[in-house]
């Protein structure tokens, strides 16, 4: 089936992911025009935009031609409505307060073409809520990119209780147009997937730091170096079945699990780190680390594609 790509794409709302969301578009060579009603972030879109897609072209995750062509159809959008207006997709990609998303989304309702694919950013709201205030329940999902949207390629859908199955597969269809690869959710839950993993990781980790186990730079290394790199190349489950090996994998996982089980009553339950200790270990190096690990995750990628067609 042939894939009709959106004639333009609007971005409402210029932070972090809306930024990641407009770069990774036009990286594609898609129209694209992002929108937000805050001067000073809407300034900084204006050059982080293009910083962001043109470092993907010396990541060598984007041609150069694709990626200026895309570029000089980016637009700052004057208004909601000249954003959003002509746009085959609109992505809605504020802060994650609920009432504010509402009334954003029914604004967008009321200047959307009859046509246009509705999708929320959200890293954790129910579609139901996100959207309780649209009337046209049928277009509109979530799409939950992970930070950078524009390096990492895995994207959460979750539709919901009246999202048609079309507006599924055209959003599918979308994604992987820019290379993501989008996983669908069969049910909403709190946090969806990716959030409550990640979650879950994170709480024990601050847990670690905080009784004095391990600090917070060398435990975010053993992390990284450390299951982050199984999980990267099979996941949880397969890389725990591979553990296996041949023989005994069913009473191997038995064991593992029961061993977990009796350890959880002992888990971290959830606590708040001072962010001064993270300060602290990072201090004057995030653009740094930042650079570093985008570097990283653009090598990693490769790495992985290039394993998957051997």
Known sequence: MTTTLPRKVAVIGAGDIGCGWAALCASAGWPVTIYDTNARAAERAFHEVPRRARALVALDRATQGIVERGLLEYRQGRSLLQAVQDADWVIEAISEDLHAKQKLLESIEGVAGEGALLSTSSSGLAPHDVFGRVRRLDRCLVAHPLNPPELIPLVELVPGPHTSPGTITRAQEYLRQLGRIPTVLKKAVPGYVVGR???????????????????????????????????????????????????????????????????????????????????????????????????????????????RTT
């Open 197 to 307: 993993i990640a979650a879950a990781v994170w709480r024990e980790c601050i847990d670690l730091v905080l009784q004095g186990v391990m600090s917070v730079d060398d435990l975010d290394r053993a992390v990284s170096l450390g299951p982050a790199l199984g999980w990267a190349a099979a996941g949880p489950h397969l890389t725990y079945h591979l553990g296996a090996g041949p023989e005994g994998v069913r009473g191997f996982l038995q064991h593992l699990l029961a061993t977990f089980e009796e350890r959880w009553s002992q888990l971290a339950t959830w606590h708040k780190l001072e962010p001064q200790l993270i300060e602290q270990a990072y201090k004057g190096k995030v653009d740094f680390l930042r650079d570093a690990r985008d570097r990283r995750l653009s090598a990693m990628l490769r790495a992985l594609e290039q394993a």
